[in-house]
């Protein structure tokens, strides 16, 4: 599956690929990357950033939602290439590679055809080499990166213990990661569509996600991004209120 690029909003860039999305923040000719995708998205990847007119050595930060393989695929590369990379403190050891998540949750899922063939399409993206960062810095719940877009860091922990949101408070636009999305494809053949926390083998506490839902509900919101699913452009509160009820 290819990795498509889609405008969102003033200088706000979707990447899709497979059910992953990240997203491209351009402000005054440099830009910041939420989320890093998987390992086989770089070479799109780098080739959607030219058709913008720009390079990796363009990008001076990644910010990382939370550490699941899925988002950090391509963190190290592009640090290497130049960028600062930064997440919440609590999934830092995750993402430096000195903890690892067991894969016992997933193991115990994987007799579900409809899953099972999910998960190959990740292996297939290179979801398995994901590096560990050899350098991270570490953003704390409300603090306002210093980098391209000036993003908010919302703390939503549930998912993972570090899971947090980003807000654009000039777009009105609110980057939920997996804190809250609008498909969740451990849910069925199909997967599950609209807003809902993560449940399932990958959510380390899916009753605490539901809590951290009132943090972004604080942001009032008027476009939500997630990490898996399409935009909702109905404002965070309808979206939270779904959420619950999930
Ligand atoms: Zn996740
Ligand atoms: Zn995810």
Redesign the pocket.
């Known amino acids: 599956m290819p990795l498509r690029l889609t405008h969102v909003g003033p200088g706000v860039h979707r990447l899709s690929s497979l059910y992953t999305n990240w997203y491209l923040l351009e402000a005054g000719g440099r830009l910041t990357v939420l989320d890093a995708g998987l390992p086989r998205d770089w070479r799109e990847f780098h080739s959607a950033l030219s058709r913008l007119g720009y390079s990796p050595a363009d990008i001076d930060a990644v910010l990382i939602t ?1 550490h ?1 393989r ?2 950090a695929g391509n963190a190290e590369r592009l640090r290497s290439s130049g960028a600062r990379v930064l997440a919440h403190h609590a999934d830092a050891p995750y993402l430096r590679g000195e903890k690892h998540l067991s894969d016992r949750g997933v193991v115990r899922y994987l007799w579900r055809p409809w899953y099972a063939w999910y998960i190959l399409g990740y292996v297939a993206k290179g979801i398995t080499r994901t590096p560990p960062l050899a350098q991270l810095d570490e953003f704390d719940d409300g603090e306002v990166v210093d980098v391209a877009g000036s993003p908010r860091v919302i703390h939503a922990p549930g ?2 213990a570090g ?1 947090c949101a980003l807000f654009l408070e000039g777009g009105s636009l609110l980057f939920t ?2 804190a809250l999305v609008t498909l969740d494809v451990a849910r069925g053949p199909r997967g599950r569509q609209g807003p809902q926390v ?1 449940r399932g083998p ?2 380390a506490d899916a009753e605490l996600a539901v809590q951290s839902l009132e943090a972004l509900v604080g942001t009032n919101a008027r476009t939500v991004l997630p ?1 898996h699913g399409e935009p909702w452009t109905d404002g965070i509160s309808s979206a939270v209120e779904k959420a619950r009820r999930s």
């Open positions: 939370h699941h899925d988002h998912h993972t899971s990661g997996d993560v990958h959510t990490g």
